[in-house]
């Protein structure tokens, strides 16, 4: 049964939803994530994991938001070589995006606070956010700065005592790391594989493709992962969007 203090807006009943809209409740965290391939040892909805974590944990830390519904999937069109990646199109997942905004402002949310988890999903996001601001009376903070983003992560290994960084992050150290924070039984510890390492720019893994670069999907090393650089990532990533989600509300 779902606990009725949770922030979980699908954990939620209707009246539940319309009580904490009435005590004050008027935003919402909206992550977006992805269905796809995080190499051999981490599972397709890892994106998502990572979406339903940091919503959560916003909402909660804020203390008078709720967490929507992660979507998914996200524009994964790189990873397609990968069985069991789902990917949309931009224009689709920009279209669901605009429901899920829509919905919330129709209901009394003021702020609608947009999280992309995947790559993939930063420029759709950054797209569409100010054209739905256009369209509704809420709100939309979209947290859509990929660099930014990255820069957490690799914070987050360094203040764990993990000295390992890379410049694009994907099924390494710190996405494996984050996923043993979650729960550490989704890692397949003994399929971990190392990938490529070195200069590899998110502008040639979007265009060529991942096949193109890693058979295995991975890029770095997993085995630099612990549950406690996971820990550490997961809470420097909410802090730093809970701040700037508090700034853009005092603009508002």
């Not at 397609?80 to 919330?104: H, K, N, Q, W």
């Amino acid at each position: 049964m779902a606990s009725r203090r949770s922030v979980c807006l699908e954990e939620m009943t209707w009246p539940e939803v319309e009580s904490a809209l009435e005590r004050g409740t008027r935003t919402a965290i909206v992550a977006v994530g992805s269905i796809e391939q995080h190499g051999p040892h981490l599972p397709l909805n890892m994106d998502t994991l990572d979406g339903d974590e940091l919503a959560r944990r916003i909402a909660t830390t804020l203390g008078d938001a709720l967490a929507a519904p992660t979507i998914r999937p996200g524009c994964s069109g790189h990873h397609i070589e990968f069985p069991g990646t789902i990917t949309v199109a931009p224009e689709t997942l920009m279209d669901v995006i605009r429901s899920y905004c829509r919905s919330l402002d129709e209901h009394g949310f003021e702020h609608i606070v947009l999280v992309p988890t995947h790559g993939g999903n930063f420029g759709p996001v950054e797209t569409v956010a100010p054209q739905i601001a256009r369209e509704i009376d809420a709100a939309v903070i979209p947290l859509a700065d990929l660099d930014e983003h990255m820069r957490l992560l690799n914070e987050g290994l360094t203040e764990a005592g993990v000295e390992y960084e890379q410049d694009v992050i994907h099924a390494g150290a710190a996405e494996t790391a984050v996923v043993l924070a979650i729960d550490e039984d989704l890692v397949r510890v003994g399929d971990i594989e190392s990938g490529p390492e070195g200069e590899i720019t998110t502008a040639r893994l979007l265009s060529e493709g991942f096949k193109s670069i890693t058979d295995n999907g991975v890029l770095g090393d997993p085995n630099e992962a612990t549950p406690e650089a996971g820990e550490t990532i997961i809470r420097n990533v909410v802090d730093a969007y809970v701040d700037h989600i508090e700034t853009e509300r005092r603009s508002v």
